[in-house]
């Protein structure tokens, strides 16, 4: 069920008002079968999974818990009591993640890896046949995080199945997260409440912005990168930077575009759920932005991953070898680049069992753990030729810097295989043919130049937004301050566009969301 | 105590002032890569261990946090 289908929007409409005039101990159970009448329509089969990782993660965390009081209840001079129960904890959150995102890699990569045996060993292998279910790899972060966080006794495990279950497939966010926090999520999901306008109007006029992003434009710029973006590229060196910018405004819009309606659909039931962007646009670094781009995933890396690979025995060693033959920052900061590389590496291989993926993986790691090693040679060459940081033109040159770094990445991301990600470098610097840009090229990239006047303008909106919003500036609140004819406007323009420039267009067919395969 | 985290600090994310700043996290003057060079260090100077279950944004939010932190630990 797509979030751009009528029985979506139907689903939502009819979960709401139920959910508002049922009983308030019910309300829990209405939001439960709406996830999984959602989840249902898209295959059966694939409810297995979604269940097989629910109760092994429901499991887990109810036998940690047994653990934690077990502990808690040694004295504290049993340190050997202690070590033994800690022992076992670690077991069964290994057990769990290895069964967990075991599932994920094999949905995700078997087939692919089979591929790389010799063809002798490869008849023998068997096949993975399964569809990859909706949502896998979010619903399983979200999960495992649970178990992690209740191994390190951050809150209770939840007793009811039902309840776990509904904080597993909470169906605004199957597509594509974000991917929430226990702690954060399911007590707003439990919690009995009665209808706030204000939210639900605020969660309407959310949705209806992500659905200005993906439909609007997301989708219109998707027509020119898969048409300019390929093998066998006829195109110059100019027209494919312009098909490159295309795939970062199609990519933003869709994937945030995205997280909005299914943050106003979850607000439309009075929840809010984790932010997934903190206007990227605005990074003044590599770092920066993957702090601002999925920051749920982002976050949950930082916790699960980083953390305690930065500050795993194997990294302390490697730590105190950097100390010892290196000395001085590098040898001090060692570890942590070493584990930062990793994370970014296992974001990388996340996206898809892909050589370019792992080179993408390897080209933010590097750059991230270079910029880190160079931060004191930056400052003292930034005060040897007396720039002033802190200046509105040194913030501009950071943040064209930072696009110009990620632009270069969209390269790899976009391209079938790397082989054309470079072929496409190389022909945006050696082959320019600035003339396309002006002979007619543009208008036969599939979309005419009433679309590519939308993209520009629905971009335009989109960025004078997210600079109102960067500067501080709260949309909504400042809408609600309006009077009624403007508050009316804000929701009657938004669905005229929407309705005019993304549902009834010709020939329009919307796309799946670009985050849904990953 | 205070003197010799801020030393550190200082040596790790250079053009902040730790010795006045209260929300070194909350406002993003320090961030996770930050954290681990800094909590490394502290392990090293200080002898003790810090966990994760220790990352938490208001035991490093200031350098008096960090140094209860370290005394906590070290008791």
């Not at chain 1, 009528?6 to 508002?20: H, K, M, P, Q, S």
């Not at chain 1, 992003?213 to 494919?240: F, H, L, Q």
């Not at chain 2, 010795?19 to 003057?29: K, Q, S, Y």
């Amino acid at each position: 069920m797509a979030f751009t289908s009528w029985e979506f929007l139907l689903l939502t409409a009819g979960a709401a008002v139920v959910y508002y005039l049922l009983h308030r101990h019910t309300q829990w159970p209405v939001l439960l079968a709406a996830s999984l009448i959602f989840y249902a329509a898209g295959g059966l089969g694939a409810m297995v999974w979604l269940f097989a990782i629910a109760a092994v993660t429901w499991g887990a965390g109810l036998v940690l818990e047994r653990m934690n009081d077990a502990r808690k209840a040694l004295s504290k001079g049993d340190k050997a009591g202690q070590q033994r129960i800690k022992r076992r904890k670690k077991a069964v959150v290994a057990v769990t993640a290895v069964l967990c995102f075991g599932l994920v890699y094999v949905m995700k990569y078997w087939n692919t890896t089979v591929a790389l045996f010799p063809a002798a060993v490869e008849r023998v292998l068997p096949r993975w046949d399964f569809l990859m279910p909706l949502g896998l790899s979010f619903f399983t972060f979200q999960s495992v995080g649970y178990v992690i966080d209740v191994y390190r006794s951050k809150y209770a495990a939840q007793r009811n199945p039902a309840k776990y279950l509904l904080f597993v497939s909470f169906f605004p966010q199957m597509v594509q997260g974000p991917i929430g926090r226990y702690d954060a999520l399911a007590p707003q999901l439990l919690a009995q409440r009665s209808v706030d306008w204000r939210m639900v109007d605020r969660g309407i006029q959310l949705a209806m912005w992500g659905y200005f992003k993906k439909m609007v434009i997301a989708d219109r710029a998707a027509v020119v990168v898969n048409t300019v973006i390929g093998e066998n590229c006829p195109y110059g060196g100019a027209v494919i930077f312009v098909g490159i910018l295309a795939y970062s405004v199609q990519l933003y819009c869709d994937f945030s575009g995205g997280i909005d309606i299914t943050r106003g659909v979850a607000q439309i039931f009075g929840i809010d759920m984790a932010e997934n962007f903190l206007r990227p646009i605005f990074a003044t670094s590599l770092a920066d932005y993957w702090r601002r781009w999925h920051v749920s995933l982002g976050h949950w890396m930082r916790d699960y991953l980083f953390y305690p690979l930065s500050l795993s025995k194997p990294f302390a060693k490697l730590g105190k070898w950097g100390r010892h033959h290196l000395g001085g920052l590098p040898g001090k900061i060692l570890a942590t680049s070493a584990a930062t590389f990793v994370v970014y590496l296992v974001i990388g291989i996340w996206h898809g069992v892909n050589f370019r993926y792992f080179v993408y993986g390897i080209w933010n790691g590097s750059l991230i753990t270079i910029s880190m090693l160079m931060e004191h040679r930056f400052l003292a060459w930034k005060q040897a030729l007396h720039i002033n940081d802190k200046s509105r033109g040194y913030h501009f040159f950071t943040m064209a810097r930072t696009w110009l770094i990620v632009l270069f990445g969209r390269y790899i991301g976009s391209s079938p295989r790397l082989l054309v990600a470079l072929s496409l470098m190389a022909t945006t610097i050696l082959h320019p043919v600035p003339s396309q840009l002006w002979d007619g090229t543009l208008l036969n990239l599939g979309i005419t130049g009433t679309d590519w006047a939308i993209i520009g303008l629905g971009t335009a909106v989109v960025l004078a937004v997210e600079t109102f919003q960067e500067r501080g500036g709260k949309v909504r609140e400042t809408l609600e301050r309006q009077n009624g004819f403007v508050q009316w406007l804000a929701i009657a323009v938004p669905l005229i566009v929407i309705l005019l420039l993304g549902v009834f267009r010709a020939g329009y067919i919307s796309s799946s969301f670009i985050y849904g395969q990953y | 105590m205070k003197e010799k985290i801020i030393q550190i600090m200082s040596e790790i994310c250079p053009g902040v002032d730790f010795a006045t700043e209260t929300a070194l996290i909350d406002d993003g003057l320090v961030d996770s890569l930050d954290i681990v060079n800094i909590v490394t260090e502290l392990m090293d100077v200080f002898d003790v261990e810090i966990n994760v279950e220790d990352l938490l944004p208001e035991n490093f939010n200031s350098v008096d946090a960090i140094a209860q932190l370290i005394e906590q630990l070290q008791e």
